[in-house]
Nanobody, 114 residues
Framework: QEQLVQSGGGSVQTGGSLSLSCEDP????????MRWFRQAPGKELEFVGS??????????ADSVKGRFTLSRGDGNARNTWYLRMNALKPEDTAVYYC?????WGQGTQVTVTS
């Protein structure tokens, strides 16, 4: 059964940093682009960024470009993807989701306080 397990997140003050991870524990995926989304309270789901399977290409929403970085683990950690978030703003507060093909992670809360 395909599954994505997220971890990380939490609460931080404006300007702080947080990292999220998304793991494919059963290593069932291959060749798919990892996408990250977020949903703030009362708002629609928003695309955050994506990274291709070979790590060659990343894409970011304008709202996070230059502050967020997508990556993937090496070696035995190739089944884990990371979203590094720097210079966080209150408007980054949301539940963050990773997605491979049609499978979603369970979501992780990120709260940025002013």
């Amino acid at each position: 059964q395909e599954q994505l397990v997220q971890s990380g997140g939490g609460s931080v003050q404006t300007g702080g940093s947080l990292s999220l991870s998304c793991e494919d524990p059963r290593r069932t995926f291959s060749g798919s682009t990892m996408r990250w989304f977020r949903q703030a309270p009362g708002k629609e789901l928003e695309f955050v960024g994506s990274i291709t399977w070979d790590d060659a290409t990343t894409s970011y929403a304008d709202s996070v470009k230059g502050r967020f970085t997508l990556s993937r683990g090496d070696g035995n950690a190739r089944n884990t993807w990371y979203l590094r978030m720097n210079a966080l703003k209150p408007e980054d507060t949301a539940v963050y989701y990773c997605k491979l093909r049609t499978i979603w992670g369970q979501g992780t809360q990120v709260t940025v306080t002013s």
